[in-house]
Structure formats: structure tokens, C-alpha cells
């Protein structure tokens, strides 16, 4: 079956410590996308591509690093100058940039 | 930049009820919009969209929704609420540069 896989599920981290979130999809799609989810309120973009080795920094994308080497993949790396880390991060992929969104089921980071 | 607001964070309707979520853009140029649905510690999965080939959209598990150019709204119901039906739901629309942009959400509770 195709579809999107984020790994791993659930994460913890120290302060201080860099932390890559994976994210891969079979569904040969081109635009593929990271989104941070807050209770109450709603997704906020961080990243999205639209094209391999090519990336656009969404609404809230300080603190955040990506790249896409490779289609199918595309890993967020959550970095020490991202003030508050903890919350449930999503990625998404879409044929292209109007099509609608195919989800993977999240990880959700805890910093302490 | 588009917007979108949805009105209500919590929405409670007893079974067999009619359920109405309410969502509201603030472009008066026609957008690509979406309902998404999310079910606990899991990613979004797509109800439903407009693309501007008909106004009312049938989507997945009995939802539909209308597009009411003069309103700017999007709202989906369901004749009848059913348990299975408690989750979050999401509304988004395009924006100018073709980001899909997501309400803050709105959770739905069926009551026995």
C-alpha cells in the first residue's frame, strides 16, 4: 500500500540537542511538506518542496532544517535554537502544490 | 494572504442529529478548499474539496459541504451524527502562492 511513514512515533530529547524527524512516502509524489500542530491552533507550515534538492521556508521556520535529497524523503531536523520544540509534528505529500494533502500519522517530540 | 476561520472550537450534537461545522475564507476570488478530519494522535485524512466544478461537494462517510461565493463559506454538515464521527475537523483553503493554509479546528463531540 502507498502512503507516507514518519519514524518514530513518539520522541524525547534533552534541551539543547538536535533532533531529525523521518519522513517517507511511496506515492511518487513531488511536494512534500512539514507542518507543527498545537492544541488549538490548528497547522502551522514550517517547510515544503515542491521538487527535489529544492525547499521554501513556510510560516514558522526558525529553529527547523531541512532537505531533500531524494524524492521519497524528506527529514526535519528540529535544532537547539527552536524555542519551544514540544508539540506533534506532521508531514505531508501532494502530487503537486494545489492537489490535496496525504498524511503520515506524526511524531510527537517532548523536549525537557 | 487568505485566511480561515472556523467558528466554534468544540461542537457538541447527540447522535442521529444533524451536525454543522462552520468555515469561512477571506478571499472573494474563488480558492481551492478542503475538509480534512483528524482522529486521535493520527495525521489528517481528507473528506472532501472544491475545485469549482459544483457547488455542493459530497465527501467521504456521508459529509458534504457547500460553497457559497456571496458568504465566503465553506460549511460542512451531515444529516445524521453518528459515534464514529468524533474527531477534529479542519478547514483549508489555497493561498495566493498555492500553500494550503488550515483553520485552527474544530472538535466534535456526539453525545449518547
Known amino acids: 500500500d502507498g502512503g507516507i511513514t514518519q519514524s518514530p512515533k513518539y520522541l524525547f530529547r534533552k534541551e539543547g540537542q538536535n533532533v531529525t524527524l523521518s519522513c517517507e512516502q511511496n506515492?511518487?509524489?513531488?511536494?512534500m511538506y512539514w507542518y507543527r500542530q498545537d492544541p488549538g491552533q490548528g497547522l502551522r507550515l514550517i517547510y515544503y518542496?515542491?521538487?527535489?534538492?529544492?525547499?521554501q521556508k513556510g510560516d514558522i521556520a526558525e529553529g527547523y532544517s531541512v532537505s531533500r535529497e531524494k524524492k521519497e524523503s524528506f527529514p526535519l531536523t528540529v535544532t537547539s535554537a527552536q524555542k519551544n520544540p514540544t508539540a506533534f509534528y506532521l508531514c505531508?505529500?501532494?502530487?503537486?502544490?494545489?492537489?490535496?494533502?496525504?498524511f503520515g500519522n506524526g511524531t510527537r517530540l517532548t523536549v525537557t | 494572504a487568505q485566511s480561515v476561520t472556523q467558528l466554534g472550537s468544540h461542537v457538541s450534537v447527540s447522535e442521529g442529529a444533524l451536525v454543522l461545522l462552520r468555515c469561512n475564507y477571506s478571499?472573494?476570488?474563488?480558492?481551492?478548499l478542503f475538509w480534512y478530519v483528524q482522529y486521535p494522535n493520527q495525521g489528517l485524512q481528507l473528506l472532501l474539496k472544491?475545485?469549482?466544478?459544483?457547488?455542493l461537494v459530497k465527501g467521504i462517510n456521508g459529509f458534504e459541504a457547500e460553497f457559497k461565493k456571496s458568504e465566503t463559506s465553506f460549511h460542512l454538515t451531515k444529516p445524521s451524527a453518528h459515534m464514529s464521527d468524533a474527531a477534529e475537523y479542519f478547514c483549508?483553503?489555497?493561498?495566493?502562492?498555492?500553500?494550503?493554509?488550515f483553520g485552527k479546528g474544530t472538535r466534535l463531540h456526539i453525545l449518547p
Open positions: 478571499s472573494s476570488v474563488p480558492p481551492y
Open positions: 472544491y475545485t469549482s466544478a459544483a457547488t
Open positions: 483549508a483553503v489555497t493561498d495566493r502562492d498555492d500553500k494550503i493554509i
Open positions: 505531508a505529500s501532494s502530487i503537486d502544490i494545489r492537489s490535496p494533502l496525504h
Open positions: 506515492l511518487n509524489h513531488d511536494a
Open positions: 518542496s515542491q521538487i527535489v534538492n529544492d525547499f
